[in-house]
């Protein structure tokens, strides 16, 4: 996740400003940049890179500056693409958190501002600047600024001839600190917390002006008082936002996640994903075979969506573990299209098994959250999943983001084949529109998930069961859980259980079932009743009226067809932590395990 800091007050900026950036490493970023402001214009330093190797100089004047560390979302991690963004006349300078979304308007609309980046971003300071030479000042630029914006956004703005910051925010977090020399602005309140404890979370709509001498906040041009509250966190809790580990602020974080997936992609009306692949219709009309190649989470993720292929565009559709992978080519190789799945973009496995893929003559595009990785660079195309980096070893927040991503390539792809009415497509795609909602509600219903992980963290063994799309969920719910909470458990297709692993099940293997829509819910409650009869407590995430009565535990999740499973998996997500953090173990870095696995 991007981070920002700034500072308006009497001290130097620069040393509070490189220290705050400092303090933000911890949120994961590819550049790093900072303007100061002040009489002699303002002074930017930006690269790609890390804090410790930006050119800075050894001591400025300025009292005035906004910093930024980068994890890219639209443009490569570049010296160019790096905040903060200026106008035509280097001015004005902005760093930015979140996604305009009508930034290719906007830029055609501005037509004449010479652009120097690839990011949404720099539409923010050339708007900014074109209301300054109308006669605004900077707050008020600002102000018509956002009105124009569409999208999320924490922003920061300074300058040349203005002593102080503009901020403002829409769905992306930005909080003031009240210092005694002077004010602050961040992302987290861990950027400026060894000078103030003093805080006032600004709210959505609220546009801020920061100076040596206080902060205004205005929303929707009224002045408004917002409260100041005292952080009583201690740094390493506040990186964490509170949460005792970040696998559990990045579960939380999904639905802001899946908002980021999802922004500017769906055309709900005309039934139709707009991800940036240019795969020609003639190409897609002419496939023979969809293969994506994974490992891990990523490989469920791949599970999931080819299954979503095979259904909704009518071709042939399967997931390969990316170590096992091999491709003969085939006929005409290039009409399989090969989609490698990795969170990381550096995955060994995954990177051999697309070599392979190239070398046989196959056509790639590669789903990923790394921008600049390597399979961004040997894949024909990309799509990015911008969960924002995960911190957590175990991958959480990346699989829905992931699957939602590659839910809107299904459509992509099937609306160019016209195998999907625009009933179907607009049907499914209001479905994915309302995944960040149904994601939170089974957050909210936690405290039912980790009373179960109480009750039942003793288990000897934990059977996941699912079936159609309910089936990667069960695999992914049990890697989750044998990952952190180091406890024997399996996925299984609901089915398979009578033909062998129903000979493990007693009363003491509880067993976790995926019994929403999507999922083939009727059929995976005769194989409750199974492992029920066996002594088994079932515990079910189900959308299905009356599963309830034959489970011991149920959880309930919101009905969204295709996609209910995939909500599902956030109970499991959360019953692995309870059952993990029970346990006493390294929940963020599990034993024997890395993020990013780049050995074969
Ligand atoms: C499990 C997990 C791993 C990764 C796998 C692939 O929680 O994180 O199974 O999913 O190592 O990693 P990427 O997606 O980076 O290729």
Redesign the pocket.
């Known amino acids: 996740m991007c981070g920002i800091i700034g500072y308006a007050g009497e001290q130097r900026a620069l040393p509070i400003l490189r220290t705050g950036l400092e303090n933000l490493e911890y949120r994961g970023y590819d550049s790093v940049g900072v303007a100061l402001g002040g009489d002699d214009g303002l002074r930017l330093f930006k690269q790609a890179g890390r804090i410790a190797d930006l050119a800075l100089p050894a001591d400025d004047d300025a009292t005035v500056g906004v910093g930024h560390t980068r994890w890219s979302t639209h443009g490569k991690p570049t010296d160019a693409n790096a905040h903060p963004h200026t106008d035509c006349t280097g001015d004005v300078a902005v760093v930015h958190n979140g996604i305009i979304e009508n930034y290719d308007s906007l830029r055609e609309e501005l037509g004449d501002h010479a652009f120097t980046s690839e990011t949404d971003t720099e539409v923010v300071p050339h708007l900014v600047e074109t209301f300054r030479d109308a006669g605004h000042d900077l707050p008020e630029a600002v102000a018509r600024t956002l009105d124009r914006l569409e999208g999320t956004f924490a922003l920061g703005v300074v300058a040349a001839d203005f002593d102080g910051i503009v901020a403002a925010r829409r769905d992306n977090p930005l909080v003031v600190g009240h210092g005694e020399t002077g004010n602050f602005i961040a992302s987290d309140v861990t950027a400026f917390l060894e000078h103030t404890r003093e805080v006032t979370y600004v709210e959505d709509g609220d546009v801020a002006v920061l100076s040596e001498g206080g902060v205004e906040i205005t929303n929707d041009g009224r002045a408004v008082d917002r409260p100041r509250e005292r952080v009583e966190w201690e740094a390493e809790a506040a990186e964490k936002s509170g949460y005792d580990h970040y696998m559990l602020k990045e579960i939380h974080e999904q639905p802001t996640a899946l908002r980021q997936t999802l922004s500017g992609r769906i055309d709900e009306l005309n039934g139709e994903a707009e991800i940036e692949i240019d795969l020609p219709k003639e190409y897609l009309n002419s496939l023979d075979e969809v293969t994506f190649i994974?490992?891990?989470?990523?490989y469920h993720a791949g599970l999931y969506a080819a299954q979503l292929v095979e259904s909704l565009a009518d071709v042939r559709a399967s997931a390969e573990v990316a170590s096992e992978y091999e491709f003969d080519g085939g006929r005409d190789p290039w009409r399989t299209l090969v989609v490698p799945v990795?969170?990381?973009g550096e995955?060994a496995d995954?990177l051999s098994a697309l070599r392979r893929a190239k070398r046989a003559g196959a056509r790639s595009l590669a789903v990923t959250n790394t921008l600049g990785s390597t399979v961004t660079r040997e894949a024909d195309d990309t799509v990015f999943i911008r969960a924002g980096p995960e911190i957590g070893?175990?991958?959480t927040k990346t699989f829905v983001s992931q699957v939602a991503t590659l839910a809107l390539l299904t459509v992509s792809v099937a609306r160019a084949r016209g195998t999907m009415s625009t009933t179907e497509a607009i049907e499914f795609l209001s479905n994915v529109r309302q995944l960040p909602g149904a994601v939170q509600r089974v957050l909210d219903a936690e405290a039912a998930v980790r009373d179960a992980a109480e009750t039942y963290a003793d288990g000897g063994a934990f059977f996941f069961i699912g079936r159609k799309l309910g089936y990667p969920v069960a695999l992914e719910g049990a890697?989750?859980l044998k990952?952190i909470a180091y406890v024997h458990a399996e996925g299984f297709a609901a089915g398979e259980l009578k033909h062998g692993p129903l000979a493990l099940v007693t009363s003491d293997s509880p067993v976790l079932a995926v019994l929403s829509q999507g999922a083939n819910a009727h059929a995976t409650l005769n194989n409750v009743k199974e492992v029920e009869s066996r002594g088994a407590p079932v515990l079910g995430c189900t959308s299905v009226a009356d599963a309830e009565k034959f489970l011991d535990r149920s959880f309930e999740v919101p009905e969204l067809g295709a996609l209910s499973p995939l909500v599902a998996n956030v109970c499991f997500q959360l019953f692995a932590y309870h059952v993990a953090k029970l346990k006493g173990r390294s929940i963020d870095k599990p034993r024997n395990l890395a993020k990013?696995?780049t050995v074969e």
Request: overall charge neutral; aromatic content about 0%; charged content about 10%.
């Open positions: 994974a490992c891990g989470t990523s990795t969170q990381s995955t995954t070893v175990a991958a890697l989750k990952e990013s696995v």
